[in-house]
């Protein structure tokens, strides 16, 4: 496992209510919360990850994947929809992510 980045506590002060957000799923928190995992590995590989609407796409290197912030199939909550979209395009894109308090970490 190699550490991608750590995790942007500031992040979860924009979470609804805090922020009002109309889109539903705390779009102001998901893009606080992946701005830091654009970066490149200690191996040069070029790590990405953005939002387009609903959908998380993660970049690793030449391997791509998406996921869906699902509401109402996973949670209300953004914290846990982002979580299930990231897991999501992680295994499309063929990597493990590993999320703690504090770190994210990434398994090619």
């Not at 889109?23 to 953005?50: E, Q």
């Not at 869906?68 to 846990?80: E, N, Q």
Request: net charge positive; proline share 4%.
């Amino acid at each position: 496992m190699t550490k991608l980045c750590d995790v942007n506590k500031q992040a979860k002060e924009k979470l609804p209510p805090a922020i009002n957000d109309k889109s539903g799923i705390g779009v102001h928190y998901v893009d606080a919360f992946i701005k830091p995992m654009n970066t490149k590995l200690d191996d040069d590989t070029r790590v990405s990850c953005k939002r387009k609407g609903l959908k998380i796409i993660l970049t690793v290197g030449t391997s791509k994947g998406d996921g869906l912030m699902r509401r109402l199939d996973v949670s209300k909550d953004p914290v846990i929809m982002l979580n299930a979209a990231l897991q999501e395009a992680a295994q499309a894109a063929g990597v493990e992510l590993k999320i703690t308090d504090d770190e994210i970490f990434l398994t090619t």
